[in-house]
């Protein structure tokens, strides 16, 4: 069988257990955010942090329950960083430097996984285990709850209120990514990935001399890094470390398992909303762009000129033999279309037109499918938008769900897509015009351009991937992405729940022959080009001097 054939194969049966999942696990999680009743479990939670789950909440309390509870999360993580070096479980590892800290709790906080440490030599069980792995689990549910919200909005009338962040929150975690998790990380353990508290120990001898590795929980932190779209690896290799991901099928398991959940929202906001075929034209239009970042990334790998890349049957370099570059290709583009940033190769090495392919994923806004909740609601903020020009074409008010898309709620939505767009252009023209951060850049010309591009692209859309040719570890980056991680999460936050309020506060209006049809493959269309054009629009300087100067001239 041959490589290309081998990628193909791979991608249909990736497609496939994903359609199987697709009713099921949607609907599943449609009555989770429906349901009145409370688990005995959940209400020992609620009577813990002293939270009332059947309150209902306008935006504002909504949105004070998201930042409050992110900020105890980042203040809490950063001390045990911190306090490391006193505690049982370091593995004799000292605490971490404070902007390193920050640069972390900030990352994990906001489901961005962005790692400037080596994980095998920095972070010991305690850390690992009751830290990173605690805010995988937290932060996936909150960016679900704020999707939840903002469907919501659609679906309630004349009423402002959104429903509880604290039952959102709770039910995402103890409902939906705990059960999973728990499976995905038995099926690992099976399939050879480690699972241990093991200290470190020595393994092999190399060259005169050994090499020391040490265990960890590794196939639940695995599950849940992926179902969660998180990122953050145990090991620096991360998905490329045979430990975290050691065969073919793991990480096409793997990739199944960060793309399952943000696919499956899509039914549940059709369901939320009282129509499937809403839900089955945003799941139309995830999937298109997704399919075509897919087949794009494999052209490039498989068909870049040069004997040697022509007789390998593809760009190899930075590629693992055993996952080959069709696994590799379906690799990256999952994770840079979602917020996941996990790698199982390393982007750098991809070609110029490849590399630009991961960061236009990440540049979308990771909508397709995004993020656990953020890929959902970003995709809505865009459906809006591609509703107003359609309006603006046709002169009549734009509607959506039966809600008057006016000049708040457009306000609302374009202060929400360009919040990144600037934090990505902002910093990376201070990191290239000041003289101490291009001191970390590996590379010089276009590939070193694209290396600090990507750095911040990643931060701010909360992605968490890295190039792997900059060396981010230094003062001037873990604290500037550690702020653009920051407000890139919740800044747009805030404007989807006043959306979700605003439109949570309308009457419905009623359908008439001239309302725009958006269940139609038309709008699914439009949304599509809305996307891509908005994009383009935005970072087509930056991306001709990186990844399209690389690529042409190669």
Sequence with gaps: MGPVLAGVLQLLALMGALALAYIPLGTYMARVY??????????????????????????????????????????????????????????????????????????????????????????????????????????????????VA???????????????????????????LLPLAFVAAVVLVACGVIQNLSGIHEVGQFMGGSQQWNGGAVASTEAIKEVGTNGGGVFNANSAHPFENPTPFTNLFEIFLLLVIPFALTRTFGIMVGSVKQGYAILATMATIWVGFVALMMWTEFAHHGPALEIAGGAYEGKEVRFGVGGSSIFAVSTTLTSTGAVDSFHSSFTGLGGG?????????????????????GMLIMAIIAVFIAGLMVGRTPEYLGKKIGTREIKLAACSILVTPALVLVFTAAAMALPTPGHSMTNSGAHGFSEILYAYTSASNNNGSAFAGLNADTQWFNSTLGIAMLLGRFVPMVFVLALAGSLAGQRPVPVTAGTLRTEKPLFTGLLVGAILIITGLTYFPALALGPLAEGLAS
């Design 357 to 377: 392919i991961t960061l236009l994923g990440m540049m979308l806004g990771e909508i397709a499918p995004g993020g656990t909740g953020s890929g959902l609601y």
């Design 34 to 147: 429906s349901s009145d009743q409370h688990w005995r479990v959940e209400k020992w939670v609620y009577k813990g942090i002293g939270a009332n789950p059947d309150t209902e909440m306008r935006w504002p309390a909504y949105l004070r329950g998201v930042l409050a509870f992110s900020v105890v999360g980042v203040l809490f993580l950063y001390l045990l960083q911190r306090l490391q070096g006193v505690l049982p479980g370091s593995l004799g590892f000292a605490s971490i430097d404070p902007d390193q800290a920050f640069n972390t709790a900030a990352s994990f906080v906001t489901n961005t996984d962005w790692q400037s440490y080596y994980g095998e030599q920095a972070m010991g069980h305690v850390v690992q285990v009751g830290g990173l792995a605690v805010q995988n689990f937290v932060s996936a549910a909150v960016g679900m709850a704020v999707a």
């Design 150 to 176: 903002l469907v919501r909005g659609f679906a309630r009338s004349r009423s402002g209120e959104l429903g509880n962040f604290w039952s959102d929150m709770v039910r995402g975690v103890t409902r939906i």
